[in-house]
């Protein structure tokens, strides 16, 4: 049977400039590599969710990884450093409560840890719309 | 130091990761919006009924 053979889709974007910058700036950013796309409500949406959720997981006292002694503290660092500057800024002015000590802390442990990886997806996906793989 | 119950840390969890979840897995506005809804109705659906099967083995 003949097939229309997929042809890849990173042929119809332009390939100028730096291909990784969406990628990059995505990642130090939330949002920002579909900003640069002009992806502005896309955009939008991600950084408000990916911020609002590492904010409220700092606000109910929860652990920012900094030293992996094991295994679990070894991902805990891994999800954290996907939040990007935000990570990093909030470890240079001492946000975060150190040893988990309360039920809510813990939440806030999760939802710093998981706002890192959902902002790593959301760097993929601009990258994705960067070589036209994703429209 | 923010204190939300446990429901609603589901919900605020839920909300945003499906936020996230359809804007990054679809390709289109609606078919975002449906996969997003879908993803929270899954989250917040799954912690109901696993809090109700912890209850029941718990008695």
């Known amino acids: 049977m003949a097939t229309t053979p997929n042809k890849p889709a990173a042929a119809k974007t332009s390939s ?22 002009g992806k502005w409500i896309r955009g939008t949406l991600l950084a408000v969710s990916i911020i609002a959720m590492f904010a409220l997981g ?32 909030s470890r240079a002015a001492g946000w975060g409560g150190t040893p988990v000590q309360t039920t809510i802390a813990d939440y806030g442990t999760k939802f710093i840890v998981v706002a890192g990886l959902l902002n790593i997806i959301a760097a993929v996906d601009a990258h994705n719309l960067r070589t036209g793989r994703k429209s | 130091m923010l204190h939300p119950s446990h429901f609603a ?21 609606p078919r975002m ?7 929270f109705v899954l989250f917040v659906g ?5 809090s109700w099967v912890m209850f029941l083995i718990a008695r």
């Not at chain 1, 109910?60 to 990093?88: H, N, W």
């Open chain 2, 9 to 29: 840390a589901v919900l605020l969890f839920a909300l945003f990761a499906s936020t996230v979840f359809g804007i990054t897995m679809r390709d289109t506005p």
């Open chain 1, 58 to 89: 700092l606000a109910m006292q929860g652990k920012l990884y900094t030293s992996a002694q094991d295994i679990l503290d070894m991902l805990g660092v891994a999800g954290d450093l996907g939040g990007g500057l935000l990570y990093f800024l």
């Open chain 1, 16 to 37: 100028k400039g730096f291909v990784y910058l969406p990628l990059i700036a995505g990642w130090l950013v939330p949002g920002a590599g579909h900003f640069l796309l």
């Open chain 2, 46 to 50: 799954s912690v109901i009924v696993f």
């Open chain 2, 33 to 39: 919006f449906r996969y997003g809804a879908y993803c």
